[in-house]
């Protein structure tokens, strides 16, 4: 079979990606300030990581099963619940977010005066629901996560978001010229916020494995973003005489196949993960769901048209400084 009728994106493509930039800035604007809108009117479901709650390590008699011990944990109707392995087979994490004492109060046979005894009562819910429906579990550990905890991995989060953020401008800074160290890191930060956006508006729990999700985006986007800007200044050398637009619109599209056949593969195994992972991993299959799409848009539309704005200089690119990546 010929690899002509294999290929999902023909070679030669002459879309005229550049054209449409004024149209994918007013979306791209859009979608920041709606971001933006959607923070501060909805704000994010912070999990358990971040608003604090009881941790609890148990064993079971045989391979611990996670789904059975969230299912005994969901019916209690406690809020937050996570489950997850945790060192050898038999053994398994549980966390319930914090449980009020009005909420306490209305379950029969429980009585608190404030928090932290609505707390210990939990914990005691927990192990009497546990004991029964697993005979001869074991608590080898318990712990509380206090909300001052909390807040500061919220900090911490955000601090290795900016971070990333920072090192990638100083990457692209290094490898290319400054103008395309701010395009990048503007896509990196349309990225970022138009997920949180996305996590603010849809109310999925934003947790620890949200922010690793965040920051998988943002590893992927810079890449995908690397690989049109190398060409484009390859494209640049090349092509003395050729006008900016139609250097930016050949690198974007003589990448173009590249580009969308990794983001579906990547999405066919995220969606797979997203379907059969479970509530475990919804969260973060569904933000690397969401940061592929978005990314990939960035990488065309905003990174690339960024250039334009920024001021690009094709002499920069001709006298061969920076070190050409590899395609």
Excluded: C
């Excluded at 099963?65 to 969230?70: E, F, I």
Aim: hydrophobic letters at 50%; charged letters at 15%.
């Amino acid at each position: 079979m010929s690899l002509a009728l294999v290929r999902l994106i023909p070679t030669g493509t002459a879309i005229p990606f550049i054209k449409a930039r004024l149209v994918a800035f007013f979306i791209s604007v859009a979608l920041i300030l709606g971001s933006g809108a959607a923070f501060m009117t909805l704000g994010l479901n912070f999990g358990i990581d971040f608003r604090g709650g009881t941790a609890i390590e148990v064993k079971t008699q045989g391979p611990a099963d996670t789904g059975a011990l969230r299912d005994v944990l969901t019916g209690l109707d406690l809020g937050d619940v996570q489950v997850q392995g945790f060192g050898a087979e038999d053994e398994a994490l549980v966390r319930v977010g914090l449980v009020s004492a009005e909420r306490v109060n209305e379950i029969e046979g429980y009585s608190v005066e404030n928090d932290a005894e609505a707390q210990q009562a939990v914990r005691q819910m927990v192990s009497i629901a546990l004991e029964e429906a697993f005979p001869g579990i074991v608590f080898q550990k318990t712990e509380s996560l206090s909300p001052q905890v909390s807040g500061e991995l919220v900090v911490a989060g955000a601090s290795s978001i900016g971070v990333a953020l920072l090192l990638m401008l100083i990457y692209i800074w290094f490898r290319f010229e400054w103008q395309y160290s701010v395009g990048a890191v503007l896509a990196l930060i349309h990225d970022v916020i138009a997920t949180i956006g996305f996590f603010a508006i849809t109310q999925l729990e934003f947790n620890l494995s949200t922010i690793a999700a965040i920051l998988t985006i943002v590893g992927y986007s810079m890449n995908d973003t690397v690989i049109v800007y190398d060409r484009i200044r390859e494209d640049f050398r090349k092509f003395k005489t050729r006008p900016t637009v139609d250097v930016l619109n050949g690198a974007i599209n003589s990448t173009l196949s590249r580009t969308i056949l990794t983001s579906g593969t990547t999405l066919v195994a995220i969606i797979a993960m997203a379907v059969i992972g479970g509530p475990a991993l919804e969260g973060f299959a569904l933000a690397l769901i969401w940061g592929v799409g978005v990314g990939t848009y960035s990488s065309i539309f905003v990174a690339a048209p960024l250039l334009t704005l920024t001021g690009v200089k094709r002499e920069a690119n001709e006298d061969g400084t920076g070190g050409a990546l590899a395609p």
